[in-house]
């Protein structure tokens, strides 16, 4: 079924080239509420941007490789009355981040609540 | 950020923030210098004390970032006596969002799930998971026409509703950066709005898009068959001294009216009534009235309330950015719904 889902949506992002979401809270389709993984790594790119923040984190999996996460939250403009700024994270930020990860497996994750960049619990 | 506690002027009221007493920390001085010191420093309490012990008069003393400034939780009215509203006057930067629940959540205003009253969510379960094949199973239905509920189900939204699509299935026209238009302004990520009143017009300009609707205040009448607009064509009156009443036409089709797709035709007719209740308070109700669509008028806003925000409040900017959005699809959208990677 899933792995229909996703030709199907291969098939649509052929077709029309991009999918493209809106400002801000997008469904848990694409997420595994359930789970919940831990993301300790380097932090390589901030984007402070609509329609969702998100933050690049490399991270070392169990062999040691390298894995490039991408990990998402809400617009900006959410982000900002929550107290995020422009400069929450920056490159070579060491984290450690608590992620609900995307359902297909990849290392795309959103924000599950706990952060701490450099050693401090961000609680903004 | 996230203070706002009055430190700006000595003689302004303040909530005083018990962590920022840099006022009160003097140096130990020699003993010689204590009389003059003391002195000094008495002088230089005083107004400091008087700050921290007088309540704030009104919404403006309360301290605010000047620069991309953040909305005032309710709390930060507490203690305030409003002043009575002015009369005829909606001018000021105002907040709509409200705060979010204690339990957590989204904030009343940015209706993720679908319009304010309409919310189209399964019942007890306010973060549906999408993929229902229609609003049958949610608590309040719409009084949809056959051809309301056929448009309804054109219209895929990727959001948080009942229906909901994974993006790259969907069609919400905000997904590609199209205008969210009138009503979706107030039914969508209602964040601030501000008034500016002018002698023949009132401008509203919404953060949501960065856009502004014109409000005709100088008697026009609407026009006849109008060539349709995003926002649409708008004239007001003011039916008491505080009650001022919008009604909108001509509301380009493409538009939906909220994140659950609720659709609207080129017939719509939008009534915003806006009450202004003191100097701090006023509530927006909003009627939907479109019979092509809906068997009977329905208000997705009642007595929705909005929050006056302080003088010199900096509205933050909130594009949707076509560079940025294909920047996200490419490194998170596209790639979160590819088939799986193990």
Request: with cysteine.
């Amino acid at each position: 079924m899933r792995n229909k889902l996703g030709a199907i949506s291969l098939l649509v992002v052929g077709f029309l080239a991009a999918s493209l979401p809106s400002l801000a809270h997008h469904g848990n389709a694409s997420y595994d509420t359930e789970k919940t993984v831990t993301v300790k790594g380097t932090v390589t790119e901030y984007i402070w941007a609509n329609p969702h923040v998100f933050v690049k984190v490399d991270a070392k999996d169990e062999n040691g490789n390298t894995v490039h996460w991408v990990i998402e939250t809400q617009n900006l403009v959410q982000q900002s009355t929550l107290g995020w700024t422009s400069s929450t994270f920056k490159p070579g930020d060491q984290v450690d981040i608590d992620v609900t990860p995307a359902k297909n497996g990849r290392p795309i994750g959103r924000f599950k609540g706990r952060i701490v960049i450099n050693g401090q619990p961000f609680k903004p | 950020m996230g203070s706002h506690s009055s430190r700006e002027s000595p003689v302004r009221a303040s909530h005083a923030n018990p962590s920022d007493g840099s006022n009160l920390k003097m140096p130990k001085p020699a003993i010689s210098t204590i009389p003059t010191v003391a002195l000094i420093s008495a002088l230089c309490l005083l107004p400091s004390l008087r700050a921290q012990t007088a309540p704030p008069a009104s919404v403006d003393d309360v301290k605010i970032d000047k620069w991309n400034s953040v909305p005032l939780r309710k709390s930060a009215y507490d203690g305030l006596k409003p002043a009575p509203a002015p009369r005829r006057d909606l001018a000021g930067a105002w907040y709509a969002a409200g705060d979010p629940p204690a339990g957590g959540g989204a904030a009343p205003g940015i209706q993720a799930t679908g319009a304010h009253e309409y919310p189209a969510v399964l019942r007890g379960n306010n973060t549906p998971p999408g993929g229902e094949p229609d609003e049958h199973n949610i608590p309040r239905q719409l009084p949809y026409t056959p051809l309301g509920e056929a448009t309804l189900k054109a219209h895929k939204p990727t959001g948080m509703s009942v229906r909901s699509v994974p993006a790259v299935l969907g069609n919400d026209p905000l997904d590609i950066c199209d205008p969210p238009g009138f009503p979706r302004l107030e039914l969508y990520e209602f964040r601030m709005v501000e008034f500016a009143q002018m002698p023949d017009h009132i401008i509203v300009l919404s953060q949501l898009s960065r856009t502004w609707r014109t409000i005709w205040t100088d008697g026009r009448e609407l026009p006849k068959n109008p060539e349709p607009r995003w926002n649409g064509y708008s004239v007001g009156k003011w039916v008491d001294d505080y009650t001022f009443v919008v009604e909108t036409i001509g509301v380009d089709e493409r538009t939906w009216l909220d994140n659950a797709g609720r659709p609207h035709s080129s017939e719509m007719k939008v009534e915003e009534r806006f009450h202004r209740i003191d100097h701090d308070n006023m509530e927006l109700t909003l009627t939907i009235d479109d019979p092509k669509m809906y068997t009977q008028p329905w208000q997705p806003l009642i007595k929705f309330p909005l929050r006056l925000q302080p003088r010199g409040f900096d509205i933050r900017e909130m594009f949707c950015v076509p560079s940025d959005t294909a920047q996200y699809n490419n490194e998170i959208g596209d790639p979160s719904v590819a088939p799986d990677q193990k």
